[in-house]
């Protein structure tokens, strides 16, 4: 079973990027999957799910900016960034999530993709 991310890169401040997440077999499509950013210098943070009836949450510092969202038929997650800014900057991985009752863990990470946005 394998993540792999894809689509990050070096943007200006506004702009936009869309991160792809590829998964074997059905994984994406039967479970709740999550982006996570690891931030120079910082610990790995939660910035979205989308939970398997496609309900979707965000964290506050990306909330009307990024959107999740998957294609069960390309069997890949997708994270679309609009309006960048210099704080988004980090080592975007996809995962597959699971519920604890009171926080979100990892069940299986995917390989990161580097997102840079500056001038």
């Known amino acids: 079973v394998q993540l792999q991310a894809s689509g990050g890169g070096l943007v200006q401040p506004g702009g936009s990027l869309r991160l792809s997440c590829t998964g074997s077999?059905?994984?994406?499509?039967?479970?709740?999957m999550a982006w996570y950013r690891q931030p120079p210098g910082h610990q790995r943070e939660l910035v979205a799910v989308?939970?398997?009836?496609?309900?979707?949450t965000y964290a506050d510092s990306v909330k009307g900016r990024f959107t999740i969202s998957r294609d069960d038929v390309k069997r890949a997650l997708y994270l679309q960034m609009n309006d960048l800014e210099s704080e988004d900057t980090g080592v975007y991985y996809c995962?597959?999530?699971?519920?604890?009752?009171?926080?979100?863990?990892?069940?299986?990470w995917g390989r990161g993709t580097q997102v840079t946005v500056s001038s």
């Open positions: 995962a597959v999530a699971q519920w604890l009752g009171t926080k979100w863990n990892v069940a299986l």
């Open positions: 077999g059905t994984i994406v499509r039967d479970n709740d």
């Open positions: 989308i939970k398997r009836g496609d309900a979707t």
